[in-house]
């Protein structure tokens, strides 16, 4: 069983930067691809960004380009969302997840840390 701990969410202003971490633990595996979600109230949770893990390409959607930048540590099974330029529509709760199984999808989530970027 992976555990996702998702940490660096916080209040800020629009403009401001915030860094989220995102560490996997427990027992062995490999590690495909990790990425991140958001989900507001009443929305379906929606993808932000993702890297695979052995070559480190990434994917982001297009509101968050030039913004955000999704990075890994792979000493540390560690994702980050270095996110600047914040706007209010990225207020989220935010979730960390990861890809184990090589089918391409995603097998495990972290509980979520909640962004809040006041205008």
Excluded at 42 to 70: H, L, N, P, Q
């Amino acid at each position: 069983q992976v555990q996702l701990v998702e940490s660096g969410g916080g209040l800020v202003q629009a403009g401001d930067s915030l860094r989220l971490s995102c560490a996997a633990s427990g027992g062995a595996f490999s590690i495909d691809s990790m990425g991140w979600f958001r989900q507001t109230p009443g929305k379906e949770r929606e993808f932000v960004a993702a890297i695979t893990w052995k070559i480190g390409i990434t994917y982001y959607t297009d509101s968050v380009k030039g913004r955000f930048t999704i990075s890994r540590d792979k000493a540390k099974n560690t994702v980050y969302l270095q996110m600047n330029t914040l706007e209010p529509e990225d207020t989220a709760v935010y979730y960390c997840t990861i890809g184990i199984s090589g089918g391409g999808e995603y097998d495990y989530w972290g509980q979520g840390t909640q962004v809040t970027v006041s205008s």
